[in-house]
């Protein structure tokens, strides 16, 4: 394993020996509302989520009779660390970081229970238009990239390596800028290209910075990119909580599965004040036409399987972690009944 992805496991490691040491209370004792209170720490704020944020917005986790406090954690290293620590109930991140922690023996670990997206949410951003884009004009060429170990950046090498180059010899990965900040280095004239999440992505070309050229959700196929996890000792304990919350999360998975990108980007606006509606119904339409969100939230075997093999490829994983482990659809089965 590399070592950027074993220095962060050690991290997380040390902050789940913290539990109990300043994080909130154990328990779903219920709220002034009468609901039970539950902490999600989501890895970033985007529209790519847009599903849970129509269930926010349409109090599909009110009806459940949940009261949904959301706190963004700016990276999963973050997300996961609130989880074991106890100071988030349910985390929202690439899945790979639950592998990470049940790798380096966290014996309370975490579990996923179910799946939002099937697609990756970045985008491939060129500081020129161009026009009939291959992957081969990468070579040689310097691209502002993510965190090694993180979703983002092993999808882009995925693909790089799908066809045929070389991420360490055939080109330049900046690797150094931080999560959220590379829109602004690849303004600021940094890069050739950068990989880029939304809102950035469409900001750049707003602003004639940059061109879209690609979609890494295309052409890395059906990858199981972000999911919901808890505590293994926390579901064993709230089996009706996460049931609950399953449910609501359903709820907006099957909202925009029947609607259209301005009905969803409506409903959805108020959760990203100071963006235009047009640029948020942009988005949604970007994201819903490569079909990023599943119409269920089962994590399958099959889509483990294919993280895996990503990480292994990544060099981010030595042997592999049982599926029954890490997994649990019971809930994600029951929310489609």
Same mark, same amino acid.
């Given at each position: 394993?590399?070592?950027?992805?074993?220095?962060?496991? *050690?991290?997380?490691? #040390?902050?789940?020996?913290?539990?109990?040491?300043?994080?909130?209370?154990?328990?779903?004792?219920?709220?002034?509302?009468?609901?039970?209170? $539950?902490?999600?720490?989501?890895?970033?704020? &985007?529209? @790519?989520?847009?599903?849970?944020?129509? *269930?926010?917005?349409?109090?599909?986790?009110?009806?459940?009779?949940?009261?949904?406090?959301?706190?963004?954690?700016?990276?999963? =290293?973050?997300?996961?660390?609130?989880?074991?620590?106890?100071?988030? =109930? #349910?985390?929202?991140?690439?899945?790979?970081?639950? #592998?990470?922690?049940?790798?380096?023996?966290?014996?309370?670990?975490?579990?996923?229970?179910?799946?939002?997206?099937?697609?990756?949410?970045?985008?491939?951003?060129?500081?020129?238009?161009?026009?009939?884009? &291959?992957?081969?004009?990468?070579?040689?060429?310097?691209?502002?990239?993510?965190?090694?170990?993180?979703?983002?950046?092993?999808?882009?090498?995925?693909?790089?390596?799908?066809?045929?180059?070389?991420?360490?010899?055939?080109? &330049? #990965?900046?690797?150094?800028?931080?999560?959220?900040?590379?829109?602004?280095?690849?303004?600021?004239?940094?890069?050739?290209?950068?990989?880029?999440?939304?809102?950035?992505?469409?900001?750049?070309?707003?602003?004639?910075?940059?061109?879209?050229?690609?979609?890494?959700?295309?052409?890395?196929?059906? $990858?199981?990119?972000?999911?919901?996890?808890?505590?293994?000792? %926390?579901?064993?304990?709230?089996?009706?909580?996460?049931?609950? @919350?399953?449910?609501?999360?359903?709820?907006?998975?099957?909202?925009?599965?029947?609607? &259209?990108?301005?009905?969803?980007?409506?409903?959805?606006?108020?959760?990203?004040?100071?963006?235009?509606?047009?640029?948020?119904?942009?988005?949604?339409?970007? %994201?819903?036409?490569?079909?990023?969100?599943?119409?269920?939230?089962?994590?399958?075997?099959?889509?483990?399987?294919?993280?895996?093999?990503?990480?292994?490829?990544?060099?981010?994983?030595?042997?592999?972690?049982?599926?029954? =482990?890490?997994?649990?659809?019971?809930?994600?089965?029951?929310?489609?009944?």
């Amino acid at each position: 394993m590399k070592k950027a992805g074993s220095l962060l496991l *050690a991290a997380l490691l #040390i902050a789940a020996t913290l539990v109990g040491c300043g994080s909130k209370p154990e328990g779903t004792a219920s709220s002034s509302s009468g609901k039970t209170p $539950v902490v999600l720490n989501e890895v970033a704020h &985007s529209i @790519f989520y847009a599903p849970m944020y129509v *269930a926010i917005e349409e109090g599909y986790f009110a009806q459940e009779g949940i009261d949904l406090t959301l706190v963004t954690g700016f990276g999963a =290293d973050k997300t996961m660390t609130a989880l074991l620590t106890g100071e988030a =109930d #349910i985390g929202f991140m690439g899945s790979e970081s639950t #592998i990470y922690t049940y790798k380096e023996g966290a014996t309370d670990y975490a579990v996923n229970f179910a799946q939002l997206t099937q697609r990756a949410g970045n985008f491939l951003v060129s500081r020129e238009p161009i026009e009939n884009f &291959s992957w081969d004009m990468m070579i040689g060429k310097e691209v502002l990239g993510g965190r090694a170990g993180g979703m983002p950046e092993m999808v882009f090498e995925y693909i790089l390596k799908k066809n045929d180059i070389d991420p360490v010899n055939d080109l &330049s #990965i900046d690797q150094s800028i931080d999560f959220g900040s590379t829109a602004a280095a690849f303004s600021g004239g940094q890069g050739d290209f950068s990989v880029e999440f939304e809102p950035h992505a469409t900001s750049l070309e707003q602003k004639g910075d940059g061109y879209v050229v690609a979609s890494l959700g295309e052409d890395s196929g059906y $990858v199981p990119y972000t999911a919901f996890s808890a505590r293994k000792s %926390y579901i064993e304990k709230n089996p009706e909580v996460i049931e609950a @919350f399953t449910r609501a999360l359903q709820k907006g998975m099957d909202y925009v599965q029947t609607h &259209s990108a301005a009905e969803i980007a409506k409903v959805i606006a108020p959760q990203f004040e100071g963006t235009e509606l047009a640029t948020i119904e942009t988005i949604v339409n970007r %994201y819903a036409s490569q079909d990023t969100w599943k119409a269920d939230l089962i994590f399958t075997e099959d889509s483990f399987t294919l993280l895996e093999n990503i990480l292994e490829e990544a060099g981010e994983l030595d042997d592999r972690v049982p599926y029954a =482990d890490l997994v649990d659809t019971t809930y994600a089965e029951k929310a489609l009944q």
